[in-house]
């Protein structure tokens, strides 16, 4: 549970024990997604560049879901700097109840997708391939979102690892399964993409079983159940404060996701290079994401305890860090661009495009790292409206109408949507950065408990 630290390097080793297993444990989410790419991409082009489709509409949508439970890591460690971790109790049930609600809405919403899919304008064959990824994988929205919140349980009152052990043992899982499913071993019959699918979803029901029970089981939840607490819901609040927040994923994702099918719309080689480097991409981001989380506990941490200083400074280190990885991977990327895409598809015209795009995702990895770390911050101090309105002018007014024009109506093809991608992620980095230390600077930050 959080101790208050005063001094400056105690304070940096707390937020990489925090940061460490939240960043390991997200890219063994995403290396889940490289294993598909890449065991799909040796099965068939036209079977990698559907479940990247049917993937990009599922994420569409449950990333709302996972975005609005980030609101109890943040409420929980709020509590945890007021004095009353054992409240973690009372938030969690209420965030597996607003779980359940929000699994129904997006397995509805999908459903409903699914009649309409053709809308998207994609090939026939990625189409129909795609619509039956998304058919099976809609049944582990449920699975996703338990998981998601005994994890925000965890992380809250600072014990990442668990949610790492976990995500690495459905990661083994889940690739064992591909090699079963997609090709036929072992006497399985060769399922190709609907393989990859199912096997997506025995893990999450995997991960989330582990989770829960990690989670409910731990000795720190054990010993809040012996405790005496104010029994009260929190399904109200988490959904007021988490709502921006999920909106704020849902306008990120949704927009990366139109850049998909824009891409689609060039040719399904060109769809097949551009998931390729936004799987590249996401797995860098995901180093980020964990300083971004690690921002949100941290800084919930003192303005729980209500430490002005506290909060400034640990918000500052976590942007500094933020800086440092970014520029870290920028660099790697620059030198290897036409080395790594040969890693995901033997496809030499593939390869060919998705070197371009490696260069466009080293350009936008500073602004992609600050604006996570700049919701980040926001999410600890409990300032999440404005989160939602800079993500929906940054990615819906800027990346989108950008991406179209540039490469439909000006010409740049795959490099005019990623153009817009540097665009909009800058404007948004800059915009959330200002936001937070305005916030700051200005006290113009209330501290408010959790009654």
Known sequence: MFKQIKFHQNLITYIVKLALPITIGQLGLVLMGFADTVMLGRYSTDAMSSASFGNAVFFQFIVFGMGLLYAVSTLISIADGEGIPQQALSIFKSSLWVSVFLSVIIIGVNLILLKYISVFGQTPKVTELGGDYLRIVNYSTPLVLIFYASKQLMDGLGKTMMAMYVTFIGLLFN???????????????????????????????????????????????????????????????????????????????????????????????????????????????????????????????????????????????????????????????????????????????????????????????????????????LRGIKDTKMTGVIAFVAYWIFMIPGGYLLAFKFGFGLDGIWIAFVVGLTFAATLLIYRFYRQINKDLIKFEGLS
């Not at 989330?208 to 819901?233: D, E, R």
């Not at 620059?334 to 995901?344: D, E």
Request: proline share 2%; hydrophobic share 60%; with cysteine.
């Open 175 to 377: 690739v064992l399964l591909n090699w079963l499913l997609i090709f036929g071993h072992w006497g399985f019959p060769s399922m190709g993409i609907d393989g990859a699918a199912w096997a997506t979803n025995i893990s999450r029901l995997l991960m989330m079983f582990l989770m829960l029970g990690m989670a409910w089981y731990n000795p720190l939840i054990q010993q809040f159940k012996k405790i005496k607490i104010v029994t009260k819901s929190y399904f109200y609040q988490i959904v007021k404060l988490g709502m921006p927040i999920g909106f704020t994923f849902f306008f990120e994702i949704a927009a990366f996701s139109i850049g998909l099918i824009f891409a689609g719309w060039i040719s399904e080689n060109s769809l097949a290079a551009h998931q390729i480097a936004i799987n590249l991409a996401s797995i860098t981001y995901m180093f980020v994401t964990g300083i971004a989380a690690a921002a949100t506990i941290v800084v919930g941490n003192y303005y729980g305890a209500k430490d002005k200083v506290g909060v400034r400074h640990s918000a500052k280190i976590c942007i500094y860090l933020a800086v440092v990885i970014e520029l870290f991977f920028a660099v790697i990327l620059l030198v290897f661009y036409k080395q790594i895409p040969s890693i995901y598809t033997n496809d030499g015209a593939v390869i060919l495009m998705a070197q371009s795009l490696v260069v466009w995702a080293a350009i936008f990895q500073m602004s992609d790292g600050l604006q996570a770390v700049g919701a980040g911050v």
